[in-house]
Nanobody, 119 residues
Framework: QVQLVESGGGLVQAGGSLRLSCAAS????????LGWFRQAPGKEREFVAS????????YYTDSVKGRFTISRDNANNTVYLQMNSLKPEDTAIYYC????????????WGQGTQVTVSS
């Protein structure tokens, strides 16, 4: 059974940093893309960043470019989201998700981790 477990969320002041981790288990992910999404109160879930497990190529939503960095540790089956220069509008529940390369839908999701940025 494929499982994704996020950790690393918390409360931070504006301008601060957090690193989220997503531990993946249950299969090999060499043909998968791993992504981070977030959902703020009263808003729809939105894409944040993704990374190809095999090639390492990355995509980011415009609002986090230059501030967030997604990376992966293949040996430990873990994906990270380094978040710098955090803003109050980054406050949300952050979810890790996985999909096969070439597919559109992310079909494996973690339980989420709360990130709160105070002004």
């Amino acid at each position: 059974q494929v499982q994704l477990v996020e950790s690393g969320g918390g409360l931070v002041q504006a301008g601060g940093s957090l690193r989220l981790s997503c531990a993946a288990s249950g299969r090999t992910f060499s043909s998968y893309r791993l992504g981070w999404f977030r959902q703020a109160p009263g808003k729809e879930r939105e894409f944040v960043a993704s990374i190809s497990w095999s090639s390492g190529n990355t995509y980011y939503t415009d609002s986090v470019k230059g501030r967030f960095t997604i990376s992966r540790d293949n040996a430990n089956n873990t994906v990270y989201l380094q978040m710098n220069s955090l803003k109050p509008e980054d406050t949300a529940i952050y979810y890790c998700a996985a999909r096969r390369e070439g597919k559109f839908d992310y079909n494996v999701w973690g339980q989420g981790t709360q990130v709160t940025v105070s002004s």
